[in-house]
């Protein structure tokens, strides 16, 4: 039997945990499917594209070699079949630096600097890539420039079709904030990342959804508070769901990334409208 497998980071990696709201859009397009597909979701939350192709030795600094086939993504191509449906959902949210460079200790290197919020925070190092080198740092990050997450995500698609599988690009959403307080003009701060998409999509012949894009209509339309209050993991949202299922979950800050319920069915519904369009053949396995 064919599998369609799901592959990104927390915005499609599915939430079983009865006292949150949090929910991923994944966990309602499996419904659409039907009995002649399986369903294999293999995303995972707070991961890059680096996290997934390095073994965890490398990651925690045991070793200074990576060893790909103990990496999670050797493990998954190695479970792809041919005529399998592959969608690589994609957001770079996590692929990408801080913004704020009052936060940052210079490294001496120039290549990396220091997260002051896991230094003050968490009480450890995490080094960001903000320069052009690659390798010439004695640190390991798991995000990403640009460059090395465009060559990344191009190598991953080509191992994809090597298998004899069908790659899908959907291009993601991510974290989203007001410019300068004003509630329609909003911005994306990974847009640099998600921006490459249609570029890799052409590249490697794969299909490609525009699932963010479309999504992001709503900031123009409803505005950032209103959005923030119906899809997003807010506190407002969190109120008014509480009254709904008369429960009374806490939230202690707004979550401009992370999707309610509500959102997330929203956003699978946006993902099923652009597949029915489409030519790509998956589409043939919905109810």
Not at 128 to 155: I, L, N, P
Request: aromatic share 14%; charged share 30%.
């Amino acid at each position: 039997m064919k599998k369609v497998w799901i592959f990104g980071d927390s915005i499609s990696a599915e939430v079983n945990n009865p006292l949150s709201y949090q929910q991923a859009w994944s966990h309602f397009f499996k419904e659409h499917l039907n009995e002649n597909i399986e369903y294999k979701n293999v995303a995972v939350g707070g991961t890059t594209l680096k996290w997934f192709n390095n073994c965890d030795a490398f990651r925690k600094g045991e070793i200074h070699k990576n060893i790909i086939e103990d990496s999670r993504w050797h493990k998954i191509i190695g479970e792809v079949e041919k005529g399998d449906f592959f969608i690589f959902f994609l957001t770079g949210a996590n692929d990408h630096g801080q913004r704020d460079e009052d936060n940052y200790f210079e490294c001496p290197n120039g290549d990396y600097i220091l997260d002051n919020f896991y230094k003050l925070v968490r009480n450890r190092d995490v080094y960001v890539y903000v320069g052009e080198g690659y390798g010439t740092h004695r640190y390991y990050t798991a995000r990403s420039s640009v460059e090395e997450f465009v060559a990344t995500a191009t190598d991953m698609i080509e191992q994809v079709k090597a298998k004899g599988a069908i790659p899908l690009i959907a291009r993601g959403t991510g974290k989203y904030f007001k410019r300068n307080n004003d509630n329609f003009d909003v911005f994306l701060s990974n847009h640099s990342y998600v921006e490459t998409l249609p570029q890799i999509a052409q590249k490697t012949n794969a299909a490609y959804l525009d699932i963010g894009g479309n999504f992001e209509i709503g900031f123009k339309e409803l505005g950032y508070a209103e959005m923030m209050e119906r899809y997003f993991m807010s506190e407002a949202a969190i109120k008014r769901l509480n009254k709904k299922f008369g429960k009374e979950i806490e939230c202690r800050f707004d979550d401009n990334c992370h999707f309610n319920l509500e959102g997330a069915e929203h956003l699978c519904g946006i993902f099923i409208e652009e597949l029915k369009k489409s030519d790509f053949p998956l589409k043939d396995y919905l109810k």
